[in-house]
Every structure is written in C-alpha cells, then in structure tokens.
C-alpha cells in the first residue's frame, strides 16, 4: 500500500501533481491510500513512490479537470480516492467514462458538483461585509460558515464585485483578503474576528426592507433559498417575522397604489424574470411544450428547450431552433450546431459540460414548397419567451453566460448591445455574473468568401476558448 498525504486537501494542483506521479508510476487506486495534513504526518514522510514506468500520462478530458477542481472543494473524504480511481479508469480503456451518468463514481462527483455549487451560490447571496475602520482607511470584512472549502473558489466573485473596496473573507477553515490589486488566501479564523454591528447593517435592512414583494411572498420558497442556518449572519433576517406578517396590509396597499416606472435601467432578462415560471428545469420542460405565449407554436413541431447539466457553470444562449432542432427537439444539432461542436473542440471545451438553450424556443419559418425556410422571430416573439430563458438560468444559476449572435446578446444585455463592437470580452451584469457574446455560427456559414470565413471562424473560437476562464 502507497501512503500519499496531502498538505491541503482542497488544493487542485497538488492533488493533481501527485496523482500524477501515481499514474506515472502505473499505481493502481487500490494500492494507495490517501491522507491529509491533518490525518497524515503521525507515521513521518510519505515512502518514496515507485519510479516512473511511462514518460507521459494518457490524455484527460480537459472536462475532467474542470470536475476534479469542484470536487476537491467538497469535503468528502472519499474525494482524493475516487478521483484519482476515475483517472486511473480514464486512461485505462474507458475514456469515454465521463458520459457515463449512471457510473456510480460519476454520479457521486455530479451530487459532489452539485452540493459544492449550491454552496458557492449561497456564499455569493448571503456574506455580508461590515464596514470597520483601519486608520485613515476603510476595510470590509465577512464572516461566513460554508459547507464545503469554496473560500478560494468564491474569492474571484467579489473581487470582481467590490474591486474597489478592501476586503476580508473570514470562514473557519479559511480566508480570503482583498487589498484593491491582490488577492492572497490564508488560514481560517474564527466568529470573533469578524465586527458584529455596524452602520451598514442598517443600510442592509432598509435595502432589504425595500426590495421585498410582499405580493411574491413565498414563505417556504424563501425559507429554501435563503436556509435558516444562514440567518444568524443575516443582518436583514431580523426583519423577515415583521415584513411576513405585514404583508398582507403591504399587498393591498400597493394594489391601490399607481403603478410607477421603475427608473433603474434593467436588463430584458431580469424584466422578464417577475412572469418567470416555477419547477424544476425538467418541470420548466415540460410546461414548456405546451407554452402559447406567441403565436410560433402552431406551424413548429415542438417545443425546443435548452439542454445539458442542471448545474452547469456556463449557459450557452443561441437565437432559436432551425430546421433540424425543430424535427429533434434539441438545440444546435443542424449546421450551425456542428460547427459549434467543432469550434468547441478546437477551443478545447467539452459541450457536455455546458447548459445550452436559446433565445426563443420555437423554429420561426415560411414554407416554400418543400421547404421551411427560416425567418427571424420578431420582438414580440423575442420577449415572450423570455420568462422561460429567466427561469432556465434562475434554476441553473451559472458562473457565466455565452450569448451566440446578436439576438441573445440583447436579451442578456439589452437592446443597446453592438455584438460587433463588444464581443469577446467577459461583462459584468447587474447580478454578478459575468457573460460574453460572439457571433452566431450561422452568421459564419453565410459569410460570401473562404478567407472572411476561416478569419471569422479563428476569432470564434478564440472567443469560445475564453470558457476556460470559467472552466479552468
Ligand atoms: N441556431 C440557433 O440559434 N439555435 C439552434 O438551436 C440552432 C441554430
């Protein structure tokens, strides 16, 4: 038996690095066993492993590195053990393990991504920053108590958030700090590290106060999405007991009052958001096929819904079904899909790691003799099937969004948006997502020369490969 000890077990690279070496050394998974600095170093040093019997590993899925960074974040102790199984599975005949969604370890890692994303959004909703004085300088600082070791993960989110603020994460095991150019991660520290009350509390509360529907008042929805553990470091959960029980009297009194126009510009998307069904994404599929929102559904064979993992950390958004999607019912599997897959795997990205869906949802065409020939769907057609867009990322709740073409570029970022001007380059939202655009493949299959068209295809998957931001 091979003893390895991990010094910090959520570390991707050193993981990485020594299951490496195993695989080098052709060890097989039963043969080692895993530690940590905690739970290893009582025997001393690691025994030195047997040397290398190949030069190079096999190739991995670059999906499978994207995995094994989630997954380390997990604190099952089983982690370091099946992972390293399912590389030693990848490069020894199944290949194609991945795919596999009944495998038992595969299932495992998808409940692990699941647990540790669901942990990343509720970190990303729910810290909150007090505001403590440091000499002539002002510092904010966080106490927060995740699940899983996501602090470094996260860290990236509110820097890009609150780049001009100086900050301090603190969980247990963990921190993160912010000095306006650099970001470093340290050791853990406790509650009492961490201010209790400040001024910003209170502007917290109004905030809060002030933003709550009472006529969307969904007690066991809110309760689920915002779990009562977090309340503790919630200053504006003080506030839920008197705002539910005063929502009723708020609900007519809003009823009687005129409508006003909200000022703050929003994006399409979070307009469309208030009409946004409920249910799963599987429920969303459903009552999607039966949507009559637009007149589209009567000539289209069916509805076309998005696709892929429900906890993808990028939505790929397209316009809307051709030709083809509308006969299968999935989306991009005519030309323009496959020369999506092809730039995706030029660019080095898995498909299957991305939730691709489109703009609108039913194929908009004219009949010409035998054939259907597409036709762009109009705005009225755009913003009705918008609250099933809303909806689909609400319920996936990705890092980022990639937008194909200039239709679900105004959809994500609203009318004002000039693809050509603005694509390939990541943009914040008012959400805190970040999301790019690029053009649409078929804007590449129409283009009349072959060299604007290899020119073009280059530049689109540049633009694809900057998923790896994302995706590691
Ligand atoms: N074009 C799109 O925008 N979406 C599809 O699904 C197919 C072609």
Known sequence: MHVVTLDDPSDTAEW?????TLLLADVDPADVEWRTGASGGLFGEDAPLPPPVRETTPAVPRAFLGLADTVLAHRDPRRHATLYRMLWRMTHGEKALLRIATDDDVAWAHTCIKQVNRDMHKMKAFVRFREVPLGDATIYVAWFEPEHDIVARV???????????????????RSAHWDGETLSIGPGASRADAPSDDALEDLWRTYYASIFNPARLKVDAMRREMPVKYWKNLPEARLIPELVRDALPRMQAMVKNQPTVPRKKITPLQKAAVDAPEGSIAALRRQARDCRACDLWKPATQTVFGEGPVHARIVVIGEQPGDQEDLAGKPFVGPAGKLFDRALGEAGVERDALYVTNAVKHFKFEPRGKVRLHKRANAEEQAACRPWLAAELDRIQPEAIVCLGAMAAQAVFGASFRLMQQRGEWLDLPDGRRAMATVHPSYLLRLPDHEAREAGYADFVRDLSLMHDVLG
Do not use: E
Not at 16 to 20: C, E, F, H, I, L
Not at 163 to 172: A, I, N, Q, V
């Open 155 to 173: 860290a990236p989110f509110f820097v890009r958030r609150f780049t001009g603020m100086r900050w301090s994460l603190l969980t247990p095991s």
């Open 16 to 20: 990485r690095a020594k299951a490496r």
